[in-house]
C-alpha cells in the first residue's frame, strides 16, 4: 500500500505540475512586443505567416530555453543540497553563479575573441573556481551556516569585482547588464541548439546518480559501510551540478534562487528519494522560471524585466523562511570572538595608528596621482581634496564602530551591515525612490537608504526576537536579505533606465566629490551616535561570556542586542546615506582590532574605529590614483582588500 500511495502522489504532483507548465506556456506565448490575440496565434501558428514567424523566431526559442534552464538549476540545486548537507544551498547561493558571470565579464573585457566562440567555457572555469572555494574554505564538516556564509562571501568578491570591472569598462560590457540580471531573451535557435543536448546529458547522468545519492545521505560512514566509493559519487555529482549551473550562466546569465525553491516545493508536496526529487524539480524549476518571466512581463509589457530579478523577488521570502526554519534546528553557535591572548595596550597602539592615518592623509592630500603638491589652502585642494579624506575618515570610523556592535551583538565574528543585508536592502530603498520619482535630485537618495536598511532591521528583530537572537539565525536572516536586496536594485535599475553608471558608483560605495557639506554631516551622525556606542560597551563585554552569565549578572540580555542592534544600524546607515553602499570596513577594522587589543569592548571601540578610517582614506587613495583621472569606487577597493582577509577568517573558524 505504502509504496502505491507513494507512486500516486508523485502522478499527482508530476501531472499538477505539467499543467500549470502547459498553462503558463500558453499564457507565456501570448505576451511580448509584437501584438496577436489568443484566437489569432490558435489558428495562425500553423500557416507561414507574421504569427508563425514570431512564434518560431523568437517566443519558442525563449520558452523553450526557459524550461530548459529552470529544470537544469533546479537540478543542480537539488544534488547541491544533499552534497553540502545544506537547505540552503544553489548555485546562485554558493557563488557558483557569481563565479561563472564574473569570468564572462572579464573575458569579455580583456578576451572577446575568446568569449566569442566558448562562451561555455569560460563561465564554467568561474563556476570551478567558485565551487572550489567554497569546497576548500567551509570546512571538512559542511556546517549549513558555514557553507551558506562562505558561498554568500564568495558571491560579494565576484559581484564587487564585476562591478567594479563594469564600471571601468563601460562600453565593452554594457550589453551584459541586462544579461547580468538573468534574461531569458533568445533571437534564434542558437541557444537552444547549445544547451539542451548539454543538459539532457547531464540530467541522464543526474538520474543515474540518483540511487547513489541516496545512500550518501545517509552519512558519509554508513555510505562506505554500505559498499559506496563515496568520493566517485561526490565528485560525480559536484561535477553534474557545476556543468548544470555553467551552462545556464552561459546562455541565460545568471538566474538565483530556482535551485533553492524547487527542490524544497517538491519535497514539501511530500516527494521522496532522489530519483523522483530530481526528476520532479526539473519540472517545477521550469515552472518556477516560466512563471517568473511571465510576471517579470506582466509589469511591464512593453520592457525587459530581467527574469533572474524576479525569481529573486519572488525567492528572497522564501529563502528568508528556510534560513529561519534551518536556525531553528541548528543548536546554538556561540562562536568565541578570538581576540588577542596578550593585548596590548591602548597607549602603545593607539600613536601608532594615529602616526599612520597622519602618513596617509599627508600622502592622500599632497598627491593627486601625477605630481605633488604641499599647498593644501590652494582652492583645488581645499574645497575637493580636504573634505573628501576627511568624510573618508569619518565614514571609515562610523563603519568600523558599527560593526564592532553588530559583532558583539550577534557574537558572531562574521557580521557587519553589508552581511545582515543592511547596506543591499538600503540601496535598493534608494534606488525604489529613484524608479518613484525619476526627477528627484540624488540628494535625497538617502531618504530611501534609510527606509530600506528600517525595513531589514525590522525583519531581523522580527524574526529572531524569539530565540533571542541566536547568532546563526541573524547570519542566515541577513544572507536572505542581501540576497532579496540585490535583486530589488536590480531590478529598479533596468525598470528606471537610469543612467546606470551614477547608479552603480553610489551602490558600490564612492567617496568620489564629498564636499565640506558631507563632512559636516558625517561629524553630526558621529557626534550623535557615538555617546550610546560608548554606553553599551560594558553590557556588550558581560554579552561575550553568553547569555546565561550576562543574565546572572543582570544585564537584560535582549534590550542590549536590540539596542545594539539599532544604534549599528544606525550608523552604518548614515554612512551609507552618505557614501552609499561600502561593506566590508565593519567586518575587517574590528579583527585587526581584536588582534591587537583583545576583546574588551571599549579599547576594541576606539582602535576600531581609527582603523576603519585609517582602511577608507586608504581605499579611498589608492581608487583615486590607480588610474588617475579615473577613479574606482573605494566600496569596491574595500571589497577586493576585505573579501581574501574575510575568507582567511572563515578559513580559521574551524
Not at 138 to 166: D, H, W, Y
Not at 307 to 317: D, E, H, R, S
Not at 595 to 621: C, E, K, N
Amino acid at each position: 500500500m505504502h509504496a502505491n500511495t507513494k507512486g500516486t502522489r508523485s502522478l499527482i504532483v508530476a501531472i499538477v505540475g505539467l499543467f500549470l507548465l502547459l498553462v503558463l506556456s500558453f499564457i507565456h506565448l501570448t505576451q511580448g512586443q509584437a501584438d496577436y490575440t489568443v484566437s489569432q496565434l490558435l489558428e495562425e501558428v500553423w500557416f507561414e505567416g507574421r504569427v508563425q514567424d514570431i512564434v518560431m523566431s523568437l517566443r519558442l526559442p525563449r520558452l523553450a530555453i526557459g524550461i530548459i534552464a529552470g529544470g537544469a538549476l533546479a537540478v543542480a540545486g537539488t544534488l547541491l543540497q544533499t552534497l553540502t548537507k545544506n537547505p540552503l544551498a544553489s548555485a546562485s547561493t554558493l557563488g557558483i553563479n557569481a563565479g561563472a558571470y564574473f569570468f564572462v565579464v572579464l573575458s569579455m573585457i580583456f578576451f572577446p575573441s575568446v568569449l566569442g566562440q566558448f562562451p561555455f567555457f569560460v563561465a564554467l572555469a568561474g563556476a570551478i573556481l567558485s565551487s572550489a572555494l567554497v569546497v576548500l574554505l567551509a570546512g571538512k564538516q559542511m556546517e549549513p551556516v558555514r557553507v551558506a556564509l562562505t558561498g554568500m562571501i564568495i558571491s560579494l568578491l565576484f559581484s564587487s569585482i564585476t562591478g567594479s570591472l563594469q564600471l571601468l569598462f563601460e562600453n565593452q560590457t554594457n550589453g551584459l547588464f541586462l544579461w547580468g540580471a538573468g534574461t531569458l531573451v533568445q533571437l534564434n535557435w542558437n541557444g537552444v541548439a547549445f544547451a539542451a543536448p548539454m543538459i539532457a546529458v547531464l540530467f541522464i547522468v543526474a538520474i543515474f546518480l540518483a540511487k547513489p545519492m541516496d545512500v550518501l545521505s545517509l552519512g558519509e560512514d554508513t555510505a562506505s559501510s554500505l559498499g559506496q566509493n563515496v568520493r566517485v559519487v561526490k565528485i560525480a555529482a559536484w561535477a553534474v551540478a557545476i556543468l548544470l549551473a555553467a551552462t545556464t550562466v552561459s546562455v541565460i546569465g545568471p538566474i538565483g534562487f530556482v535551485g533553492l525553491m524547487a527542490p524544497h516545493i517538491v519535497r514539501m508536496l511530500g516527494i521522496r528519494g532522489h530519483l523522483q526529487v530530481i526528476l520532479q524539480s526539473f519540472l517545477w524549476g521550469s515552472v518556477i522560471l516560466i512563471g517568473a518571466d511571465v510576471l517579470g512581463r506582466l509589469i511591464e509589457p512593453g520592457q525587459e524585466v530581467p527574469v533572474g530579478a524576479m525569481t529573486a523577488l519572488i525567492g528572497g521570502p522564501w529563502l528568508l523562511y528556510l534560513a529561519w526554519k534551518t536556525a531553528k534546528t541548528h543548536s546554538k553557535g556561540d562562536r568565541q570572538m578570538g581576540g588577542a591572548l596578550k593585548p596590548k595596550k591602548l597607549p602603545v597602539v593607539v600613536p601608532v595608528v594615529l602616526a599612520l592615518i597622519a602618513v596617509v592623509v599627508v600622502v592622500a592630500l599632497s598627491f593627486n596621482g601625477s605630481a605633488w603638491s604641499m599647498e593644501w589652502t590652494k582652492p583645488v585642494i581645499w574645497n575637493f581634496r580636504v573634505p573628501r579624506v576627511l568624510t573618508a575618515f569619518v565614514i571609515g570610523v562610523l563603519l568600523a564602530i558599527a560593526g564592532v556592535l553588530l559583532q558583539g551583538v550577534l557574537r558572531n565574528p562574521l557580521a557587519d551591515a553589508s552581511v545582515l543585508g543592511v547596506t543591499s536592502m538600503g540601496g535598493a530603498g534608494a534606488m525604489l525612490l529613484l524608479v518613484m520619482i525619476p526627477s528627484i535630485p540624488v540628494a535625497y537618495m538617502p531618504l530611501g537608504a534609510v527606509v530600506g536598511s528600517a525595513i531589514a532591521l525590522g525583519i531581523i528583530v522580527g524574526t529572531s526576537w524569539k530565540n533571542n537572537f541566536q547568532p546563526m539565525l541573524v547570519a542566515l536572516m541577513g544572507i536572505a536579505i542581501s540576497a532579496f536586496g540585490s535583486a530589488a536594485t536590480q531590478v529598479f535599475v533596468v525598470k528606471a533606465k537610469l543612467a546606470v553608471a551614477a547608479a552603480l558608483v553610489w551602490l558600490s560605495g564612492s567617496t568620489y566629490a564629498k564636499g565640506w557639506d558631507d563632512f559636516q554631516l558625517a561629524v553630526i551622525f558621529f557626534l550623535i551616535l557615538i555617546g550610546p556606542a560608548i554606553y553599551l560597551t560594558r553590557s556588550l563585554d558581560a554579552l561575550s561570556f553568553g547569555d546565561d552569565i550576562a543574565a546572572g549578572h543582570g544585564t537584560s540580555v535582549k534590550s542590549v542586542r536590540v539596542w545594539a542592534l539599532i544604534i549599528g544600524v544606525a550608523i552604518s546607515t548614515g554612512a551609507v546615506a552618505i557614501v552609499g553602499t561600502i561593506g566590508f570596513i565593519g567586518l575587517v577594522a574590528p579583527h585587526i582590532a581584536r588582534r591587537l587589543v583583545g576583546f574588551r569592548h571599549l579599547p576594541l571601540l576606539i582602535v576600531s574605529g581609527l582603523l576603519g578610517g585609517l582602511l577608507l582614506i586608504t581605499a579611498d587613495f589608492v581608487g583615486r590614483i590607480v588610474i588617475a583621472p579615473k577613479d574606482i569606487p573605494s566600496g569596491l577597493i574595500v571589497a577586493l582588500i576585505g573579501t581574501p582577509y574575510l575568507l582567511y577568517l572563515l578559513r580559521k573558524l574551524k
